[in-house]
């Protein structure tokens, strides 16, 4: 079993329409120090439920594995894809008013962009994305973190990055670090039983690392398609509501 980092309670409220959520948030300090051990089975993690795909398309994230919050404001959007290779259209838009704010041309085979635009998204606001390779694809939602949450959270991967890198840890451990501590930052959702974990920016930080390894990619590959079922159902994609 793996060692957690020891948490110290704070619990705080996000609030997303008629929906909210509280967080547990972990302190910065010595407790940072205590990275886990066993970090290797990160790769052996898994979500409660798989995502299925709509047509040929299994869009992924940001938001739709577990929570529909994330850290990061620029977030990475991930998806696979089953077709032929093709251009799409990568369309981000507010959620209230519905203007778009970025779009991007990319091809599917990619299976993956970055949120590039020069201004970052908000903290606190919601988003809707769409990657268009038909008439009737779907729009997916998430929130950005609000702004005080978000600096907790970077103070503590701050710091914890300093210290391994202190101790000569190479870019894919920090990687594997980072998204372990996203996949123990514990956040409940007032309307539905459980505890969730903040995915999409684990999967973040495993896009991150500076010139990767083969078997990390292959192990980061596998990481990732695993999120969807094996064969695309005609099921539209599923994501916390």
Not at 52 to 60: D, L, Q
Not at 118 to 138: I, T
């Amino acid at each position: 079993m793996r060692k957690l980092f020891s948490l110290a309670l704070i619990p705080f409220a996000i609030a997303s329409g008629d929906l909210s959520s509280a967080q547990q948030i972990p302190q910065t300090g010595d407790i940072i120090a205590q990275a886990t051990s066993g970090i290797s089975s990160l790769w052996q993690r898994r979500p409660k439920r798989r995502l299925a795909s709509r047509g040929f398309m299994c869009s992924i994230a940001p938001g739709l594995v577990e929570t529909y919050i994330t850290w990061s404001d620029r977030p990475i959007f991930l998806w696979q894809y089953f077709g032929k290779d093709q251009e799409a259209k990568l369309v981000v838009r507010d959620r209230e008013t519905e203007e778009v704010i970025w779009e991007k041309t990319v091809k599917v085979s990619d299976k993956q962009a970055v949120y590039d635009a020069e201004k970052p998204l908000e903290p606190g606001k919601s988003y809707q994305w769409q990657l268009s390779v038909s008439n009737n694809a779907p729009w997916n939602w998430f929130q950005v973190m609000e702004k005080s949450d978000r600096q907790k959270i970077q103070a503590d991967l701050q710091t914890l990055e300093q210290q391994l890198k202190a101790n000569k840890a190479s870019s894919e451990k920090i990687a594997l670090e980072k998204a372990d501590y996203f996949l123990n930052y514990e956040i409940k959702h007032q309307r539905e039983q459980g505890k969730f974990y903040l995915w999409s920016d684990a999967f973040q930080t495993l896009y991150e690392v500076d010139k990767p390894s083969q078997s990390f990619l292959k192990q980061r590959e596998e990481f990732i398609a695993n999120i969807c079922t094996a064969k695309p159902p005609s099921a539209t994609t599923s994501q916390i509501q």
